[in-house]
Structure formats: C-alpha cells, structure tokens
C-alpha cells in the first residue's frame, strides 16, 4: 500500500528564496485555473477540460509578459497545482452525483499566501532524486539537507514540499509499502468517539488525552488571548503571531503522535475495529463542531484504517442508525430518553449501563453483524 513517509527539511536562505518563488507559481496557476473554470461557468459554457485548462494557464500563460516569470520553477510544480485542482473538481463532482460517499463537498477556493501551509509537488518525471551524501535534489531549487529520522523502504514516487505556519520545511514521499501482517489476535473492539472522553472502548476502558496535550492546549489559548490584545501591525503582534504559530504546530505535533500511538495499539491486540461513522450521525455539523474538530477524529480514523489494512485486521465504520447510547446491549431494549448529560442508567431488564461504554457495545454488535452479512445488506439487532 502507499504511505507517507515525512521528514523535516533544513533548505539553505538562497533555496528558501527558490522555494517561496516555486509557492508563489503553482499557487498563481492554482488561482488561475480555478479564475478560469469559474468564469467559464458563469458565462455559461461548458466544465473547461483538463488539457484546454493547462494549455491556457501555464502554456501560453508563459509566453505573456504577465507571467513570464513561471518558467522560472519546475514545470512539473506547476503542472501539479494544477492536477490539485482537477481533483478537487472530480471530488466536487462525484459528491454532488452522490457517486462519492461522505459528507458534502465544498467547490475549490483561491489560495493565498498566508494560508498556513504553502506546498509543492514534484513526481518522478520532474527528476528529484537523493544524492550519494543524503540531500533531496529539487531541480531549480538545489540540493536541500534533509533529517533522516528512518529510512525509506523503496523508491517513492513523489515528494511534497511543505512550509508550515510556524516557517518550518518538511519533505512528505509517498512509498509503497509492503504489507505486514500480524499474528490473529482474538480480541475484537468497539469505539465510541466522545466528547468527555477521547474514545470509550467496548471492553468498558475509557481513554482520555495525555495530559501534556492538554498543557499545550492551554497555552495555545493563553497565546491566542494575548494575540488579540495586541495592536495591529505592532512588533508585538508580529511576536504574538509567531508564537501562537509555533504552539499550533506543537498541539498539531503532539496529537499525531498520540494517534499514532493508540491506533499502533488499537490495531496489535484487536482482529476488528470497529467504529461509528462520522460522517452519519452528524455531529460535525452541530455547534459541536468544534470539539470535534479539535479531537482530530477523522486524523486518528484515517491511521485505524491504514493500520488495519497494512497489518490484516478489519477495520469497519458503523452506520450509526441505530440509538447507540439508549439501545441497551444486553437486552436490546431501547430507553425512552437520554438526556446528553445521562452518564449512567439502568435498563428495564436489569442492567446498569455507562452511557459510553454501552454505545462501544452497540457499535461492536453492529460491526460483527454488518460483517457477518458481508454480501448483503445492513442487518439490524432485533429490537
Ligand atoms: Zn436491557
């Protein structure tokens, strides 16, 4: 399967100057596809192909004096930009056809210069490569030292450069991996995402956040409160700005890590995992957005599922369709109501449920059974 493998990047001043100038066309180019396709749309005339599209923006958008200067990066970058933004339209179709599954798709937006993440592609053809003493070799932007931190199991196939908010340059390859499957386990687990708690599994165990996350979050709200008592375009501010980018990046930091830790865990001593699916029940659009947000969920999801499939276990979202917090697990019976601060309840057959961990049954129930009737449809508990 194909992973990312990231490394951090220490360019030099002169090819940090090469790779501001590399941001700054592929993200003109992004604009003016995107500028294209739009006004193509409002002037009622058909969805521009991708070929007509390239040829306009970077093609002949070389040749005008305006942008001349485009020919000063690597044709590739540009040529990738531009396929960001095929995707993105490919994406937004198939959502709105409802041939792509999921939550809702947003059309493309311009891209700006003080987005937090500035990025760059180059594929094989655009001819990076790692020389003999370790350097990544960026055509037009030269040899940049890397931090190997692990190695790279094969060649990869691309590589995207990132400038982070907080100035920092990391290198993401994307490799194919060979599977490695682990011995059978026999355990099998449920996951109920919640607010309280990071995630309540099946076996009644409650996982809250590290506590040093928890720190860093803190004073990640300390900067931000600072911040917005500093007067506009004041050295402090600037100050202000920068730390606040640097907390950022150490909660963003901190929280992967911590993914990567308990997903590492999740998926070595469970055969199954099963999950509730985000994207049903809606939460992420409620004025628990936020929280949502901030738990990283989708990020931690994402890690299950590749986890899952590199190491031969199953990994499996639930529709939630089901009352998962007022269904009892032992009985079926399902409670008349559950107000949100309900933490513990008594069933009519005589169980004493955790709200959480109650709801970890359900979707581990629910998993098996949808598994179980893998060639059909979903199949529901009998009530
Ligand atoms: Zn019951």
Same mark, same amino acid.
Request: overall charge neutral; charged content about 25%; proline content about 4%.
């Given at each position: 399967m194909q992973l990312r493998y990231n490394f951090r990047l220490y360019p030099a001043p002169p090819q940090r100057a090469a790779l501001a100038r590399a941001f700054g066309c592929a993200r003109v180019v992004f604009n003016d596809g995107l500028r294209a396709r739009r006004e193509a749309r409002a002037a009622g005339l058909p969805h521009l192909p991708d070929g007509e599209l390239s040829k306009r923006v970077i093609t002949e958008a070389k040749k005008t004096p305006e942008r001349?200067?485009?020919?000063?990066?690597?044709?590739v970058v540009l040529q990738q930009a531009l396929a960001d933004l095929n995707t993105a339209y490919r994406n937004l179709f198939a959502s709105l056809s409802g041939t792509r599954k999921g939550p809702g798709i947003a059309p493309p937006r311009f891209r700006s210069r003080k987005d937090n993440r500035q990025a760059i592609r180059f594929t094989r053809n655009a001819r990076f490569s790692i020389t003999a003493g370790g350097k990544l070799r960026l055509p037009k932007i030269g040899d940049v030292r890397v931090r190997w931190s692990r190695g790279l199991p094969s060649e990869p196939s691309s590589v995207t450069v990132i400038k982070d908010s907080a100035g920092r340059y990391f290198a993401s390859f994307v490799v194919e991996t060979a599977d490695e499957p682990l011995p059978e386990a026999a355990a099998e687990v449920g996951i109920d995402l919640g607010l309280t708690h990071f995630a309540v599994l099946s076996d009644g165990r409650k996982i809250t956040s590290p506590k040093f996350l928890h720190r860093v979050e803190r004073r990640l709200r300390k900067a931000q409160q600072a911040l917005s008592r500093k007067q506009k375009g004041s050295a402090n501010r600037r100050k202000a700005v920068a730390r606040v980018a640097r907390l950022h990046t150490r909660v963003s930091d901190a929280r992967r890590d911590y993914h990567h830790k308990l997903s590492t865990e999740l998926i070595r001593d469970n055969q199954a995992v099963y999950v509730e699916d985000l994207a049903v029940n809606g939460?992420? @659009?409620? @004025? #628990?957005a936020k929280s949502v947000h901030d738990a990283g969920w989708s990020q931690f999801l994402a890690m299950l599922e590749y986890k899952a499939e590199r190491h031969g276990r199953t990994f499996a979202k639930v529709? @939630?369709?089901?009352?998962s917090s007022k #269904? !009892?697990?032992? !009985?079926?019976a399902v409670a008349e109501s559950m107000p949100l601060n309900t933490r513990e309840w008594a069933c009519v057959c005589g169980a004493v449920h955790d709200r959480d961990a109650n709801a970890a049954k359900n979707i581990l129930a629910a998993g098996r059974a949808e598994r179980l009737n893998a060639c059909g449809g979903t199949v529901r508990p009998a009530a």
């Open positions: 001349a200067w485009l020919g000063e990066v690597s044709a939460l992420a @659009r409620t @004025r #628990l529709d @939630r369709w089901f009352p #269904l !009892c697990s032992e !009985c079926g």
